[in-house]
């Protein structure tokens, strides 16, 4: 009889050790799921959207190796989620403006360089990935885009004439010219979802090009390679 209560009091406490056990490990493995995995309530399944960006473009070309030129950028796009961490992202009506009024001397004379481009590419396919959340509907994402564009540009010099009767500089010749090229877009971008409707990043987006000689029908490469802070909406 006493063998028999001793064996009974050795069988509750070891069940009441392995419930507690077994309680505990659910509770991990439920902690260790919400710290990595995304909360799908913060992630748009499908999704229309518009980005505002401004930055600097860095023109590489014959013209002017060091030309380096404000840009602002505008786009739309739309995103179909595929999976817990990716989707499918497309860039619709992708837009970059540069410009530049650049000023030097030579010689004591005074030079002046006037130039405008556009960067416009049509549609951009790629794929968007989306880290865990890290805070409420805060999570990270990176993307990458191809795809085909347009780019133009105009430009002029402006050069002062000495003249000697009067010594003085009274006459300034312009030489300008615009051509228009066509080539491969590619995009880089990475940044944080601020929530399910709003997002900053930084953008890498180079759009690459052929220039026409009118002169010689030689072709020359061009590229422009735009550096952008992006803020987005998603709809």
């Known amino acids: 009889m006493k063998k028999l209560l001793i064996y009974a009091l050795l069988t509750g406490i070891f069940s009441v050790y392995m419930s507690a056990q077994g309680g505990r490990t659910r509770v991990t ?3 260790q799921k919400e710290q990595t995995t995304i909360d799908m309530s913060c992630v748009p399944q499908k999704a229309f959207g518009m980005q505002f960006g401004i930055g600097n473009a860095a023109i590489s070309k014959n013209l002017d190796p060091d030309l380096k030129t404000t840009s602002v950028q505008w786009s739309l796009n739309s995103y179909i989620n595929l999976h817990e961490y990716f989707g499918l992202d497309i ?24 130039y405008f481009g556009l960067v416009f590419q049509p549609v951009l396919v790629g794929l968007r990935g989306n880290s865990p959340t890290f ?12 795809g085909y564009g347009i780019l133009a540009e105009t430009y002029s010099y402006k050069m002062p004439v000495w003249n000697w009767t009067w010594d003085r500089e009274d006459i300034e010749e312009y030489e300008t010219q615009s051509w228009v090229g066509h080539g491969v877009s590619f995009e880089f971008e ?37 550096n952008y802070f992006r803020l987005g909406f998603f709809f």
């Open 29 to 31: 493995i439920v902690d």
């Open 135 to 146: 805070y409420k509907c805060m999570y990270g994402y990176l993307a990458l885009r191809l």
């Open 91 to 114: 860039r619709i009506i992708n837009s970059n403006i540069n410009f530049k009024n650049k000023l030097w001397y030579d010689d004591f004379t005074r030079q002046q360089l006037d």
């Open 190 to 226: 990475f940044g944080i979802n601020l929530g399910r409707k709003v997002y900053i990043g930084y953008v890498f987006n180079r759009q690459g090009g052929t220039k026409t000689m009118d002169e010689t029908n030689l072709e020359t490469d061009i590229n422009v390679n735009g």
